[in-house]
């Protein structure tokens, strides 16, 4: 178990080990928010290739932040991203996407109901140089989501809830990434929709060895699917655990009610 000592601080040595190496992603005292606000603070984190890491906390904690600060959605005021040993940091979104292999699944809906299910996941392909790429990647992705594929030509407003999500994230495969980011993959999501999210987030990381990091209010999910859960309270790492352990982590109540591990 790691746990946050005096200054709330769980220190990155620590996170390595719990990453069972030197991680593939890797932050490093991150400082970032929005404008001159800051909202993480001295923010470190590891994660293997291959494997899946699970931030949660409270609302406004800062979860999003973290998945915004290594896209490039927020403002980084010092500190480190590196993937793979590269430095990242400053990188453009586009750039990240492009070079870096980062790709970033939203939270809330961001299917288009009036294209076809074939048009919505070309989309994820609109930074490649070649249309013709895009549409061979497109097929193998179907290829292997037969519930898109039996609807590909349909517009994507007649698929179920779940279905959209799946699409969503089958979308970010497009570009072929290491690494996806996902924020809130069940929300809104009835009980058998969040399973058949989980099972396509299960494939991507065991079959097809993405590295994930998402963000899940649905603590018990998120954390019973993922290697290393974090907790984030107030913008700072509190407490990071095998996430099997963390869910059956008793102080986990304490720490959802916004109080910090100290
Ligand atoms: N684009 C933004 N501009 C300014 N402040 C933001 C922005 N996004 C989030 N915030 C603020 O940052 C804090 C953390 O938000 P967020 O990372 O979304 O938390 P969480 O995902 O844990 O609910 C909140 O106080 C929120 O109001
Ligand atoms: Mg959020």
Redesign the pocket.
């Known amino acids: 178990m790691v746990e946050a000592q005096n200054a709330n601080r769980v220190r990155p040595a620590d996170l390595d080990e719990l990453a069972g190496g030197e991680g593939f992603v890797a932050i490093d005292d991150l400082h970032a928010g ?1 404008g001159r ?1 800051h ?1 993480l603070h001295d923010f470190s984190l590891r994660i293997a290739r291959g494997q899946s890491l699970c931030l949660v ?1 409270p ?7 973290v998945l915004n600060a290594i896209y490039g959605f927020a403002k980084i005021f010092s500190g480190a991203i590196t993937l793979g040993g590269r430095d990242v940091t400053t990188l453009s979104a586009s750039a990240k996407l492009k070079a870096a292999r980062i790709a970033y699944v939203l939270q809330g809906d961001s299917v288009f109901p009036d294209m076809t299910v074939e048009e919505n996941l070309l989309m994820g392909g609109y930074l490649l140089e070649h249309r013709a790429q895009a549409r061979t990647v497109a097929e193998a992705v179907l290829d292997s989501y037969p519930a898109l594929q039996a609807r590909r030509s349909e517009n994507a407003r007649v698929l179920s809830g779940g279905e959209r999500r799946v699409l969503e994230i089958s979308r970010a495969l497009i570009m072929d990434p290491d690494v996806i980011l996902i924020d809130e993959p069940s929300i809104g999501l009835e009980p058998r929709a969040i399973d058949m999210v989980f099972e396509t987030l299960r494939d991507l990381r065991d079959e097809r060895g993405k590295t994930l990091i998402l ?1 899940e209010q649905n603590a018990r999910k998120g954390l019973s699917f993922a290697d290393v859960g974090y907790v ?1 309270a107030a913008g700072r790492l509190v407490k990071a655990e095998p996430g099997g352990e963390l869910l059956d982590d008793p102080e986990m109540g304490r720490l959802f009610l916004g109080g910090r591990a100290s």
Not at 59 to 65: E, L, V
Request: hydrophobic share 40%; charged share 10%; glycine share 24%.
């Open positions: 929005y606000m909202i906390g609302n406004g904690a800062g979860k999003s932040t963000v984030l």
